[in-house]
């Protein structure tokens, strides 16, 4: 079974901190993504990863940024925590996208 | 701008009745449509696909319906099971976009004992 790890269930953060979220899948997949989910928006991509460093933005990078210097391992960083990015963050891998991604449990971030 | 659009944010069924979910998308070169299922405090897990060259595919219980001319793809559940409420999202795959899906706003499906 593919296993995606989230770093942390639940998150609070003041405004303007630094906050790392961390993402770790054990199927050697090439393929990450983050996205953030709020309510009646669904999932909105932020970045994704094609493979090791390499990296795209999705449909909303602004005030994020990622990293990926190991295969299994994608991080997101909001640089300076605002309230407006308070949410759940998922992070999801896969090898083929006909079979899906799978995600992790989810991160929920409150900014304070 | 919404590509993929579910207009029915929540939808109750009896147990035992079917479950149709609606979703709608504006742009044509998706060429592939997937449904995930979220419960609460888990990451959204895959359910079913169909590729744009396919109307219909089914797994069990579950079957998605594919209107290429409408725009429109619908997940039929048959018969709906307590414990399939959850929330349902759709997905797209654009034909140039990679592994890069376009997600739903979401149906909060409740089913009814």
């Known amino acids: 079974d593919v296993k995606v790890t989230q770093s942390s269930r639940y998150l609070v953060k003041r405004t303007g901190e630094k906050v790392f979220l961390e993402c770790v899948q054990d199927?050697?997949?090439?393929?990450m993504f983050w996205y953030r989910q709020d309510p009646g928006l669904g999932l909105r991509l932020i970045y994704f990863?094609?493979?090791?460093?390499?990296?795209e933005k999705g449909d909303i990078p602004e005030g994020y940024s990622v990293s990926r210097e190991k295969k299994e391992r994608f991080s997101l960083i909001l640089e300076s925590a605002s309230t407006n990015q308070t949410s759940m963050y998922l992070c999801?891998?896969?090898?083929?996208?006909?079979?899906?991604?799978?995600f992790g449990p989810g991160t929920r971030l409150t900014v304070t | 701008d919404q590509q993929v659009k579910q207009n029915s944010p929540s939808l109750s069924v009896q147990e035992g009745r079917i479950s149709i979910l609606n979703c709608d998308y504006t742009n044509s070169m998706f060429d592939y449509f997937l449904w995930y299922k979220k419960y609460p405090a888990e990451g959204p897990t895959f359910l079913i696909s169909?590729?744009?060259?396919?109307d219909k595919n089914e797994d069990g219980r579950f079957t998605v319906f594919l209107n290429k001319s409408a725009k429109h793809l619908s997940l039929h559940i048959v018969p709906s099971q307590p414990g399939d409420s959850a929330v349902y999202f759709c997905a797209a795959r654009g034909g140039n976009a990679g592994n890069m899906l376009t997600f739903g706003g979401g149906t909060r499906l409740m089913v009814k004992p």
């Open positions: 990863s094609y493979d090791v460093k390499m990296k």
């Open positions: 169909i590729s744009s060259i396919k």
């Open positions: 199927m050697d997949h090439e393929n």
């Open positions: 999801a891998s896969s090898s083929n996208p006909e079979l899906g991604q799978y």
